[in-house]
């Protein structure tokens, strides 16, 4: 059926009479809220106030579950119980497994199955749940994308944008999401910038977690000085590599009230890919290292490294163990670390030394992966640029925490 | 008691509000900087993140004494629901953190809280947000009487005509 051009005009108008509402449109508080939360004045102290409710909650609900139960169960119970049944005391075995026959604590004995599992399960998962309920509901409620908008001035400057604060955030959580998450953004340069700037500058949340344990007072400083480092190391990367940096278009989507289907959904997911990760990691690091120390290995390495760790670094020699440890897991260096006798500073510089140091080996891989997206070019250009950066940033903004310690008198 | 006579209430109450906590914004960051406490009575100034509990509490004051001018606008009354988003993220999560420290028992203790020490944990001194908490809730009754339709607004069904031009 043809129909003429007036005929067209009457059925366009008899539909448009009934399905527009034609009117003054009021703004209703939603749309004044999703308004404000975009604009810098008010929108910065409004994520300052969001990022503190963040960090509240990690501490309060990390703290509950750790401090409250787990450090009672690994220290008081599952310690003692292993130490009193497990056999040979004082042979290779058990010292690879249990540890120390005198520790009186998990952090201590240094055990795989003592420090080990009370790392990964006393201390990282709480810490990783609290990270990702929080992270999952700022993300469904439809914050993060406005958070994007807020940073995208500022990351604009070290030739990212916006988008780019979701990368930095999963990385807060865990780095091996975080790297594959830079394939969002439009060039080489950018997902290249900020998958070796994530991988080296912002710790996990299984580091955090036992930062917070180890070092509660100083997590402050070592989170600023690592978010200096990024922005620092960014602007001189965006500067030495060639390529572009796009504007792109942000669809922001309206405020929304979490559904609490998807959450658990979201959440089971993360909790899982990161607890069938970090377990079997955590474990081959204790053992690693366990075995590197009984064939005095270790002892040989911190002879030979002594000069740069004690002389550029200032941190004694025996965090070798751990920063070997941190290739395979960070946080567990970070445990291993509060058992080596060192002043508060020096304990401060040597976890800024493990974030820096070295991606572990599961981002390391991920890394790698990424650039092969791009051919073997691109896996050589991501495995030298990234080794090439690390070196610069570890020595350099590794030596300057030292130097700033010298400079205040409290080494 | 019209419309406009609740408005007028409101932007006197919100002034002073606004001031009180930009008031406290102030001493905490200042406490937050020189690394010192403050404790009166049953108010306690400490603890952690006291600098940024000072600068979250200084924003929410000024945008309760922004919002305050043209009130009754709606993009205006955002600020001071912000605001008040502002003094519950603090006061929510002290409280959270006091509700999970009171159940497990101590270092030497048992699994749980003795009933005295889990009523303890509840116990003053508190920080200020905690007692700003209840007089920001006013701000929902505002929400309630700003989102009331207006006669003229009521939105109209079928008068249209297309432009055929």
New interface residues.
Partial sequence: MKLAIDERWNLIDKIAKQVVKYGTYRSTLKDAIEEITVKPLTGIPIAIAVLYGFWAFFGAFAGFFTDGFFVKFFDNHWLPWLQGVFPGKGGWLYYILVGDPTASNCFEAFGALTSGLFVAIGVVLPAIIAFYLFLTILEDSGYLPRLAVLIDTVLHKIGLHGFAIVPMILSLGCNVPAVAATRALETKKQRFMMAVLLAIFIPCGAQLGIMLEIIPQYVGFVMIYLFAGFFIFGFILNKLIPGKSPEILLDVPPYQMPIGRNVRGKLWIRVKGFFTVAIPFVLLGVIIVNIMYLTGFLGWLANVLEPVLCGWFGVPKETVGPLIAAFLRKDLAVAQLSTINMTIYQLVTSVILVSLYFPCVATFAMLIREGKEEGWRGVLQYLFGSLATLTAVVFLWGGLIHLVWIILGVV | MNKETKFIIGRVYFTVFGLIVLGIGIIEILLGLTGRSFEYGIIEISG??LL??G??LF??G??YLSGVKNFSD??Q???I??AS??VW??A???I??MI??S??GG?EGG?FNTLEGFLATYSPPYIPSLFLLPFSLVVFYY?KL??EPRGE??????????N?G
């Fill in positions: 952690e993140f940024w509990r600068v979250i924003s929410a000024a945008f709606i993009r009354y955002a600020k629901v912000m988003v502002m993220i603090i929510g999560m002290q959270f953190g999970l420290e159940i497990p270092e699994w929400i700003i989102e607004d009521k939105n109209k069904r079928g008068n249209s005509s297309v055929r």
